[in-house]
Nanobody
């Protein structure tokens, strides 16, 4: 079975940095895209960044501060977060879209807290 495991969340001060990772186990053939989303309680889940064969794309709110990458096997993705702001705290979720598969896969989330 496919599982996505996020790690790297924690508490940082404003302006600090964190690197999140997402490890994918199992397979549904080929990965079309890997991404990161975030969600605050009571609000909709927000897209943050995606990486595919077309390259990385970012939400305007994180462009220039966050960087998404993946390893050559496509089994791990990373979200490097720099210059963290008070509006960045959330539970961050890893996401995988597959070629030729209807359902996407999601991790359980890792929490990022920004506090001075």
């Amino acid at each position: 079975q496919v599982q996505l495991a996020e790690s790297g969340g924690g508490l940082v001060q404003p302006g600090g940095s964190l690197r999140l990772s997402c490890a994918v186990s199992g397979s549904r053939f080929s990965i079309a895209a890997m991404g990161w989303y975030r969600q605050v309680a009571g609000k909709e889940r927000e897209w943050v960044a995606t990486i595919s064969n077309a390259g990385p794309t970012y939400a305007d709110s994180v462009k220039g501060r966050f960087a998404i990458s993946r390893d050559k096997s496509y089994r791990t993705s990373y979200l490097k977060m720099n210059s963290l702001k008070a509006e960045d705290p959330a539970v961050y979720y890893c996401h995988v879209k597959w070629f030729g598969w209807q359902d996407d896969d999601w991790g359980q989330g890792t929490e990022v807290i920004v506090c001075s």
